[in-house]
């Protein structure tokens, strides 16, 4: 069974660092594209990036390309995402998703989300 | 990027009701369109990919079409569990954009 876990959010000022985590199981994590995506309180769904199996292919939001880095160890079956500069606009419930390539694109499996907040 | 507009943003209904919710593209995206369910407090689930196909496990009173630029999702008649919220994706272009979702309410 497909289980996706992220950790690592919190209380950050702005200007500041964070480093979310995203444990995977229950599939061959190296195969898979993942990606990360965050839902703002209320408001809709914004894709942040993704990254490929091998961790060659990268693609980032304009929001947050040069201040957030995605990447894996597919060793330890996870998914990190490194977010620099934080904004009060980053505030936002960050999920970890499998991105399924073949065919038409999709996010077949989401984890529960991990809670960011930017504020002084 | 593509925008993705949905209407209506959140509709009231009945348990047995048939209720529709489009979901517009701002260029054509073919069939590179998919719909999540979300239910409060839970992360989004995959219902349909490809516009119109059915993700294993999900009943059949889903459905969806649509091609281009305007598509709709149709459940045939509400159970309690399908009171969520439902987004439209499209992974044609990147940046992948979604709707505003649509809220669907008894």
């Known amino acids: 069974q497909v289980h996706l876990v992220e950790s690592g959010g919190g209380l950050v000022r702005p200007g500041g660092s964070l480093r979310l985590s995203c444990a995977a199981s229950?599939?061959?994590?190296?195969?898979?594209?993942m990606s990360w995506i965050r839902q703002s309180p209320g408001k809709g769904l914004e894709w942040v990036s993704y990254?490929?199996?091998?961790?060659?292919?990268?693609y980032y939001a304009d929001s947050v390309r040069g201040r957030f880095t995605i990447s894996r160890d597919n060793a330890k079956r996870s998914l990190y995402l490194q977010m620099n500069s934080l904004r009060a606009e980053d505030t936002a419930l960050y999920y970890c998703?499998?991105?399924?390539?073949?065919?038409?694109?999709?996010?077949?499996?989401w984890g529960q989300g991990t809670l960011v907040t930017v504020s002084s | 990027d593509v925008q993705m507009t949905q209407s209506p943003s959140s509709l009231s209904a009945s348990v047995g009701d048939r209720v529709t919710i489009t979901c517009r593209a701002s260029?054509?995206?073919?069939?590179?369109l998919n719909w999540y369910q979300q239910r409060p407090g839970k992360a989004p689930k995959v219902l349909i990919y490809g516009a119109s196909s059915l993700q294993r496990g999900v009943p059949s009173r889903f459905s969806a079409s649509g091609s281009g630029t305007d598509f709709t999702l149709t459940i045939s008649s509400l159970q309690p569990e399908d009171f969520a919220t439902y987004h439209c994706h499209q992974t044609h272009t990147t940046p992948y954009t979604f709707g505003q979702g649509s809220k669907l309410e008894i």
């Open positions: 260029q054509n995206i073919g069939t590179y």
């Open positions: 229950g599939f061959t994590f190296s195969d898979y594209y």
């Open positions: 990254i490929s199996g091998t961790g060659d292919t990268i």
């Open positions: 998703a499998r991105l399924i390539v073949r065919g038409i694109p999709n996010f077949d499996y």
